[in-house]
T-cell receptor, first 111, second 111 residues
Framework: QQPVQSPQAVILREGEDAVINCSSS?????VHWYRQKHGEAPVFLMI?????EQKGHEKISASFNEKKQQSSLYLTASQLSYSGTYFC????????????FGKGTLLTVNP | DSGVTQTPKHLITATGQRVTLRCSPR?????VYWYQQSLDQGLQFLIQ???????AKGNILERFSAQQFPDLHSELNLSSLELGDSALYFC??????????FGPGTRLTVL
């Protein structure tokens, strides 16, 4: 089942912060975050694993609440380069590889 | 550049036809994933291969098939094409079940 992302879109000014949420109705093993710029391929940002392990970018942080089956991506002091569509992908049942992606959150950072 | 290559970049064909999309993973990556991205369905996982064997299956139609060859490149075969198959098809690769590196995609247009 597809995870639900919110908000669908957000507009920021450079330097502002944003939070993108991802929730699932099913128990999650891991949550993956990707960013896709228009006309380009998705690029890996972060993996959050059950048990608290995280792998990802230094400038982007995220949380994973296993009980609530939710993850949040925190973008602080946004830069113009942060603009793009952010996707969360969830995996279930003890495997990382079969990812179900949300519909995405379009983030626009203006000068 | 992710190191994943996909050919062709664009493909225009007619309904009822069959096409083959090709993907070469990053050097050393054993896993290959195929995704379909359309405006209404978002990023959909199709299938994953690991070292030549199918490991996970998503929402892949029976008209679609894939394989991974001994040199680890992969092909996605789409047959009896319909208008609704028009989409961007991404291939991704990873070492294990970790960060996925996406190729530039093949844009398929079915007329």
């Amino acid at each position: 089942q597809q995870p639900v992302q919110s908000p669908q879109a957000v507009i920021l000014r450079e330097g502002e912060d944003a939070v993108i949420n991802c929730s699932s109705s099913k128990a999650l093993y891991s949550v993956h975050w990707y960013r896709q710029k228009h006309g380009e391929a998705p690029v890996f940002l972060m993996i959050l694993l059950k048990g608290g392990e995280q792998k990802g970018h230094e400038k982007i942080s995220a949380s994973f609440n296993e009980k609530k089956q939710q993850s949040s991506l925190y973008l602080t002091a946004s830069q113009l380069s942060y603009s793009g569509t952010y996707f969360c992908g969830s995996s279930e049942g003890g495997s990382n590889y079969k990812l179900t992606f949300g519909k995405g959150t379009l983030l626009t950072v203006n000068p | 550049d992710s190191g994943v290559t996909q050919t062709p970049k664009h493909l225009i064909t007619a309904t009822g036809q069959r096409v083959t999309l090709r993907c070469s993973p990053r050097s050393g990556d054993l896993s290959v994933y195929w995704y379909q991205q359309s405006l209404d369905q978002g990023l959909q996982f199709l299938i994953q291969y690991y070292n030549g064997e199918e490991r996970a299956k998503g929402n892949i139609l029976e008209r679609f098939s894939a394989q991974q060859f001994p040199d680890l490149h992969s092909e996605l075969n789409l047959s009896s094409l319909e208008l609704g198959d028009s989409a961007l098809y991404f291939c991704a690769s990873s070492v294990e079940v970790d960060e996925q590196f996406f190729g530039p995609g093949t844009r398929l247009t079915v007329l």
